[in-house]
């Protein structure tokens, strides 16, 4: 297989490998951030911005500390604590420095420390050799991705509420999966385009 | 061996090292200095910066009501920040209504003290303490309603006005994780500092009535906080129409009590709703008041008399009661305990007998 560039593994991040649809990452804030655009797109933006740094840094710690030490096996903890540390300062950095970003995006970062969707970015570009570039481009493209799912989730929800009679049984997290799982099969149709495995 | 060794060495390296970061960046990025909170433009407190106006308030001894303890999902700390605080969070959007939001009010345990900053705090919250007191008595007022007589141990006296209510922390236990705190009027008279008396009813699976009625004990050490609202006689002398039912028997009677030591001369009916016999409670002590005030009159009416009760009394709805029984009530104001949904159909019957709606106080507990 042929090395892919920056460009094509951020397109593959956000279409066709998309970290949400397709591995079901960063389900929670997922289902339970989607119910108005506003937040989802605040939620989104902050998603997009630790995941590209924090895989990023990330890439960096596995290539310069625990793979030159044979220490793999730590990757896992190691990368958490990174991912909270570093959400944590950008909080303060943020709320410090100024007002209306933190309004729309500081208040997240302490919500999204524990998203999966951030730590699993972070350990499939390891898992798959990545080098600098590509890791920021998957990193960007793994945020951007996540962030178009919610999005679009929001969307489609804000309307279902307006529009749709959804039966009781299903309302709320039930109509929520239905819908996700219905996304997930429309963006099956990007695949074959690019692809990361 | 040495693997092993350097695998912890590095993972401490790396944790400490970001710890010390994050220790560095608190003690620069987040330390706001102090900062001056301006209240009520009379009282002018120093608090350290980069904490919430809820804790930053709370160690100058002044309790703002918070039912969640700061985590923004009770939207009861509302306080008027006039100056410093900036936009309302996201967090805080669902609590405030437009009108709030236009007079700057804010939830107190959202507001980050980052400058000095100029609020507004309802006068009656400088006196409401935190006590520790020690059940003293008991006594159950029907089969679903229980006195508990609280003596207060740590501060040793409170300071109330008739009609108002407190807080009561209920520890963790089976039924919650964490302590919750639910609000209950105070029925005992005000000129007893020494102790209070709250009624409780239980509610199927509440978690404060559950725990005061099934684990409580005479004895137990238990805290409150309080004393809160603004439900309280008014002055002025006009004639009184008091409704209650259940447990909102609590707040009025406390009312009456210091009409009763006080022998106010007020004309005042109280009109008291209950099910059956088996739900009315302190007759005979609201027949005492009735001797000492002579233009004092307890109406209790049953609105289902079981046959054995031999009920001579008043019947039907509380709403029906007061309708037959009250003319024309322009000149009167009314004080009203119960439950929303007795609340809103007795604010209708007295507005049809021309009581403004300014001069008709009541509670909304849910």
Redesign the interface.
């Given at each position: 297989m042929q090395p892919l560039g920056f460009f094509a593994i951020l397109f593959a991040a956000v279409f066709t490998n998309n970290i949400l649809l397709t591995n079901y990452l960063g389900m929670c804030s997922f289902l339970g951030c989607s119910r108005e655009l506003k937040?989802s797109a605040?939620l989104g933006a902050a998603v997009v911005f630790v995941t590209a740094t924090t895989s990023v840094l990330n890439w960096a710690?596995y290539a310069y500390?625990?793979a030159p030490?044979?220490?793999d096996y730590?990757r896992f903890?190691?990368f958490i604590?990174?991912i909270a540390?570093f959400t944590?300062?950008v909080e303060?950095?943020i709320?410090?420095v100024s007002?209306a970003l933190y309004?729309s995006l500081g208040?997240f970062l302490p919500l999204i420390a524990v998203n999966c969707a951030i730590l699993g970015a972070s350990l499939f570009l390891v898992i798959r050799n990545y080098t600098f570039w590509h890791a920021c481009g998957y990193g960007i493209g793994s945020g951007v991705g996540w962030a178009l799912a919610i999005l679009a989730m929001a969307g489609i929800r804000q309307r279902l509420q307006q529009r749709a009679r959804v039966p009781r049984g299903l309302e709320g997290p039930g109509i929520a999966l239905v819908i996700a799982g219905t996304m997930a099969l429309a963006f099956m149709g990007f695949n074959g385009m690019v692809s990361l495995n | 061996m040495v693997e092993l060794l350097i695998a912890v060495g590095v993972l401490c390296l790396i944790n400490t090292g970001l710890a010390a970061l994050l220790m560095v960046a608190d003690a620069t990025l987040g330390n706001y200095g102090e900062c001056k909170v301006t209240i009520n433009d009379k009282r002018t407190v120093v608090v350290s910066g980069g904490r919430s106006l809820l804790a930053a308030l709370k160690d100058e001894q002044i309790f703002i009501p918070s039912a969640c303890g700061g985590r923004g999902s009770c939207g009861l700390c509302k306080v008027t920040v006039l100056e410093g605080a900036g936009e309302p969070l996201p967090t805080e959007a669902p609590w405030l209504t437009p009108e709030e939001r236009q007079a700057g009010v804010r939830l107190a345990c959202q507001v980050k003290v980052k400058r000095d900053l100029r609020v507004r705090i309802p006068e009656e919250l400088f006196s409401v303490r935190q006590y520790r007191a020690r059940v003293s008595a008991l006594v159950d007022l029907t089969h679903d309603i229980k006195q508990v007589t609280l003596k207060l141990e740590n501060p040793p006296e409170i300071s109330f006005v008739a009609g108002q209510f407190i807080q009561f922390e209920v520890p963790p236990y089976a039924l919650t994780d964490e302590p919750v705190y639910r609000a209950y009027s105070i029925s005992s008279d005000p000129a007893d500092t020494g102790e209070i008396e709250l009624e409780i009813r239980l509610v199927p699976n509440g978690i404060c009535t559950t725990y005061v009625h099934r684990h409580l004990k005479v004895g137990d050490l238990v805290t409150f906080n309080g004393p809160y609202g603004d439900f309280r006689l008014q002055p002025g002398g006009r004639e009184m129409i008091c409704i209650a039912g259940g447990s909102g028997m609590a707040p009025i009677k406390s009312i009456l009590l210091e009409m009763e030591r006080t022998r106010d001369p007020r004309p005042c009916r109280y009109f008291f709703g209950a099910r059956s016999k088996r739900d009315l409670f302190l007759v005979e002590r609201m027949r005492a008041i009735e001797r000492a005030l002579p233009n004092f009159r307890f109406i209790p009416s049953l609105s289902a008399p079981a046959p054995e009760d031999r009920w001579e009394g008043e019947t039907g709805m509380i709403t029906e009661v007061v309708g037959r029984h009250v003319g024309d009530a322009s000149q009167a104001e009314a004080y009203l305990c119960g439950s929303p949904r007795m609340i809103e159909a007795c604010v209708e019957v007295l507005r049809a007998k021309g009581m403004p709606e300014s001069r008709i106080f009541y509670d909304k507990f849910a």
């Open positions: 937040t605040g710690v500390v625990l030490l044979g220490l730590l903890i190691v604590v990174v540390a944590q300062l303060m950095i709320e410090r007002e309004q208040l | -």
